[in-house]
């Protein structure tokens, strides 16, 4: 049987696949915030999960679910669309303390309360006016919409950026244009070759703040 024509490999109905693949992504990225860490099966004693959840818009108990492996019941795009859409509300307020109106809302996404109304009993938004609540109020791309694996493997991202910064503080300088400068090196004035020092030092420094907490 050919590749085209085994079954493993045709498309899944209902978004299965990529379903997959983020689960699949998400378990690989855990697996090495475990190592980092040291902490097996803690990570949500380790890592911030309200930050993490208010990043994202996933609520806590399932980020806390999927940073320990464990499997969340599965949603439709309809129903994520409207519970971010309510947690936006939720937890973006205005400078008064005050939640958004409906008309607020629709005012920032330029369309009618009409509109966002139907948004939310549909969950099915226009993905001009999702982006500019999602540009408004600075949230990720896929914020609405972004399966909840999706969502969390993208937010822990920095995470582990900064985790393997700690791990290994010349990970900075190990980029190709770091080594093409290095192989400069021997025909640099001193003056250069100075200032490449110093500036490798800067950017490998530690902040004292960023070591007290992950």
Partial sequence: MSPANDPANAPRENGETSVTDAHASLAELRERL???TGQPGRLAEVL????????????????TALLAGRSVPETSLGDRVRQRLDFLRETRRRPDGKRYSLDELAKIAGTSRQWLSEWRRSGLPSLEHADRIRRH???????????????L??????VLGGLEAKADPLAPLRTPG????????????P???QALAEWAEMITERNPAEDEDI
């Fill in 153 to 158: 493997h993208a937010a822990l991202q920095p």
């Fill in 178 to 189: 770091f080594y093409r400068l290095a192989r400069r090196a021997p025909h640099m004035s």
């Fill in 48 to 63: 911030d999960v309200p930050e993490l959840s208010y990043a994202t818009g996933v609520p806590a108990d399932t980020v």
């Fill in 191 to 193: 003056r250069k070759l």
């Fill in 137 to 151: 109020f600075d949230l990720p791309a896929g914020f609405f919409t972004a399966d909840e694996a999706e969502a």
């Fill in 34 to 36: 475990e190592e980092l």
